[in-house]
């Protein structure tokens, strides 16, 4: 099934260090969200953008959706143990129709 | 509030049965929509259904049905398992058009 193209695949960094990744696609999306998954449980919802161009921040994090409409990136500023787990970016065409479509994940381990 | 809940936790099925899934949404929310995530990968939609229609349907075969209930509850089924169907089956309710907020899921190891 399609998938967005979400890099890096995996991230090794320090804490306290700042984390940039971002998801593409060959078509045109027009909502973007970026979820958190921890070993054994379900995707939790981190961020939602609904305009091309959006920057919206939770907390560390800052993400935006691309002006072309394909593409969006995520930043964790000043990462703590607990940003450890598996980071995916979704996007979905129809605004109201529930099909997300998700990329392959970048796992991110911090080391103390 | 209980967020998404789905039972079992854990399930092992052999080849040729068929297994059923079930999930309870959020309070207030009327659609629930399934994925299945194969290990290592991302989730990958299955069905959506919104106040007991089906709404939408991704790329899998006819031996995967799902159907909703008059309380917004929601059961997936397969039919006929095969080795691949081993995955973690996630249940994701939302408010209307809404955002989707994912239950802890049901892993399915098909033997």
């Known amino acids: 099934g399609q998938q967005l193209n979400q890099s890096p695949q995996s991230m090794f960094i320090q804490e306290g260090e700042d984390v940039s990744m971002n998801c593409t696609s060959s078509s045109i999306f027009n909502t973007w969200l970026w979820y958190k998954q921890d070993p054994g449980e379900g995707p939790v919802l981190l961020i939602a953008l609904y305009k091309a161009g959006e920057l919206t921040s939770n907390g560390r994090l800052t993400a935006q959706f691309g002006i072309t409409r394909k593409d969006s990136f995520l930043n964790i500023s000043a990462s703590i143990p607990s940003d450890v787990g598996i980071y995916f970016c979704?996007?979905?065409?129809?605004?109201?129709?529930?099909?997300?479509?998700f990329g392959q994940g970048t796992r991110l381990t911090i080391n103390p | 509030d209980a967020g998404v809940t789905q039972s079992p936790t854990h399930l092992i099925k052999t080849r040729g049965q068929h297994v059923t899934l079930r999930c309870s949404p959020i309070?207030?929310?009327?659609?629930v929509s399934w994925y299945q995530q194969v290990l290592g990968q991302g989730p990958q939609f299955i069905f959506q259904?919104?106040?007991?229609?089906?709404?939408g349907r991704g790329n899998f075969p006819d031996r995967f049905s799902a159907r909703q209930f008059p309380n917004y509850s929601s059961e997936l089924n397969v039919n006929a398992l095969l080795l691949g169907d081993s995955a973690l089956y996630l249940c994701?309710?939302?408010?209307?058009?809404?955002?989707?907020?994912f239950g802890p899921g049901t892993r399915l190891t098909v033997t």
């Open positions: 994701a309710s939302s408010f209307s058009e809404g955002e989707q907020y």
């Open positions: 979704a996007g979905q065409k129809i605004r109201g129709a529930q099909k997300l479509v």
């Open positions: 259904y919104y106040e007991k229609e089906e709404r």
């Open positions: 309070s207030g929310h009327k659609s």
